[in-house]
């Protein structure tokens, strides 16, 4: 009992230093990622490219959102104003602006050659969308590229795709008639 008691009051100190190390920082010194975008004329991504890289000081407060140490975004905005203004893009558009499949930016993903996020899918609520980072991407374009397109389950995927419609092909045939394609059942 007196191991736990030591231990609480541990915690309940630490936790009265934290709230009063928190309380001590006037409040506008921090602001909304949003609000700083719209404030300094600058985009959401700039801002997020800033924290990723570490020039900003940041909290999540989760589903409060993001924010962001005004001093830190002063004192570094002519380099947050340098950088592109999209750095996020959704995998399928990777996918299609670079010619890489998706299991190319999967192992990428995996390898760490690519930051990215999951957010909700703005088409389809129920699943999950990847963003990933432009300027890593452009970064590694060639060792990415220099990943196998499909792995194996794909490539099982594939083989079978292509033997059901030879088949498929197989069982059709041209009406003498109509010279219309028919299938057989």
Known sequence: MHRYRTCMKNVKDSLRLVFQEYMSMPSRRWIGRKRAAEEYGLTIDRVDYAILIGLLRHKNLGKEGIIVYRDDLERNLDV??????????????????????????????KRGLVR????????????????LVIPDIEANLEVIKGFPKHNEQDKNKRRLYYERSKLKKRLEFYCPRCGKKSKTT
Do not use: C, D, H, T
């Not at 340098?82 to 993903?109: C, D, H, T």
């Not at 088409?123 to 999950?128: E, P, W």
């Open 116 to 131: 990215f996020k999951e957010v909700k899918n703005p088409y389809y609520s129920k699943s999950k969308a990847i963003l």
């Open 80 to 109: 947050v104003r340098s950088f592109p203004k999209r750095i996020w893009v959704f995998k399928s558009e990777a996918m299609k602006r670079y010619g890489l499949s998706g299991n190319q930016l999967e192992l990428a993903m």
